[in-house]
């Protein structure tokens, strides 16, 4: 019912996971461009924004 680990079973785990993390490191893959795009027309659009709000405070006080 209950699972005991042997701490010499819980060790060799703790190697072979760490083996496995030095010889297998997960690769880098970068975003795809048209994510970058999108992520820096949106930031654009909402700076315009920012500034249109104040740009009609100023002309409408």
């Not at 010499?8 to 993390?21: G, H, L, S, T």
């Not at 500034?51 to 009609?56: A, E, H, P, S």
Request: proline letters at 5%.
């Amino acid at each position: 019912m209950h699972d005991d680990h042997t701490t010499e079973a819980m060790e060799q785990a703790r190697i072979d996971y760490e083996r496995k993390q030095f010889q297998d490191p997960e690769k880098y893959t970068p975003r795809p461009r048209w994510q970058i795009v999108f992520a820096w027309a949106l930031i654009a659009i909402v700076i315009l924004g920012i500034i249109n709000l104040c740009y009609l405070q100023m002309t409408l006080s």
